[in-house]
Every structure is written in structure tokens, then in C-alpha cells.
């Protein structure tokens, strides 16, 4: 089943502490990487910055959003996400699962169905 993956973030001092160079040479590595999985079958939906103004924001200045194909692609996905370097620069927290039909969740919510329950 189709998966959505989203990744949540903020800068490390790390990354700040890099000069705009190596800030630069590192984002065209990692840009290079997401062109390969949108040909591997991932949808890229949205890279964006969370906007101030967002009712109950959550804590992270930057979001990530893809549709992957499915939870082994995903793990592996997460795998090299880690093999890149990425957290040494970035905090972030993900949110994962799979794309379900929005009433089936609500409907479950209402069930009180938590993740691994099904």
C-alpha cells in the first residue's frame, strides 16, 4: 500500500556553523538524491516552510511531504536519509503511514483505533 512520509525539521548548529559553500554543495547533493527517488517512483508532493502564522504550529520551521510506494521503500527511504549526513544538520521528526481513505480514519478515530491495532 502507498505510503505518505513526512519529514518535520529545523537547522542544527551544524548547519549553521557551515559556511554557504558547503551549505550549497550539500543541498545540490541531497536535491540530486530526491530528482533519483521521483524516478524510482516517489512522488515528491511538497517541500515548504511552516508558516508563522499557522494555527497550533508545530515546532518545526521546514516540512517535507512524499507519497512512497510502499513500507519497504520507505524504511529504505529512511535508511538513506541517515546515510546522508541529514541529521547532523537537521532536527527533525517524521510522520508516516499508509495513504488511507479519510472517512475509514475518522470512522476509526471515532473507535479509538490507535497505529498497529488493525
Do not use: H
Request: proline letters at 4%; one cysteine or more.
Amino acid at each position: 500500500m502507498q505510503q505518505i512520509f513526512i519529514e518535520l525539521y529545523n537547522y542544527r548548529p551544524a548547519w549553521v556553523e557551515r559556511s554557504e559553500g558547503e551549505r550549497t554543495e550539500f543541498a545540490r547533493t541531497i536535491a540530486e538524491a530526491v530528482k533519483g527517488l521521483k524516478s524510482a517512483g516517489v512522488d515528491v508532493i511538497a517541500y515548504g516552510m511552516n508558516s508563522p502564522a499557522t494555527d497550533r504550529r508545530a515546532p518545526y520551521d521546514f516540512f517535507c511531504v512524499y507519497r512512497v510506494p510502499n513500507a519497504g521503500f520507505r524504511r529504505e527511504f529512511e535508511r538513506q536519509v541517515v546515510a546522508s549526513g541529514w541529521y547532523d544538520y537537521f532536527e527533525q521528526v517524521n510522520v508516516s503511514g499508509d495513504a488511507e481513505d479519510f472517512e475509514a480514519v475518522l470512522l476509526g478515530n471515532a473507535r479509538m483505533v490507535l497505529p498497529g491495532s488493525s
